[in-house]
């Protein structure tokens, strides 16, 4: 079974989690976009916006889905 990109019974740390070096929590940002088989991903978005913009990049994304569901 999958959720939010990972596998329950692996629980590995999603790519941006391992490039930052930091714990991967259930509700990460990062793990549905960036699954840990595809550490390149993560890299190169990292290199072109910084993590700290995707982040913001992601979080607006994620407000932006729930209200149109909200919406619609």
Known sequence: M??????HAALSSCAAC?????RCVPDC???PYFSA???QKFASVHK???ASNVNKMLQV???LS???LITC
């Open 48 to 50: 072109g916006f910084g």
């Open 37 to 39: 088989d595809e550490p």
């Open 29 to 31: 940002v990062f793990a």
């Open 2 to 7: 999958k959720k939010n990109g990972r596998k």
């Open 18 to 22: 391992k490039l930052l070096r930091r």
């Open 61 to 63: 994304h994620y407000s």
């Open 66 to 68: 729930l209200y149109w």
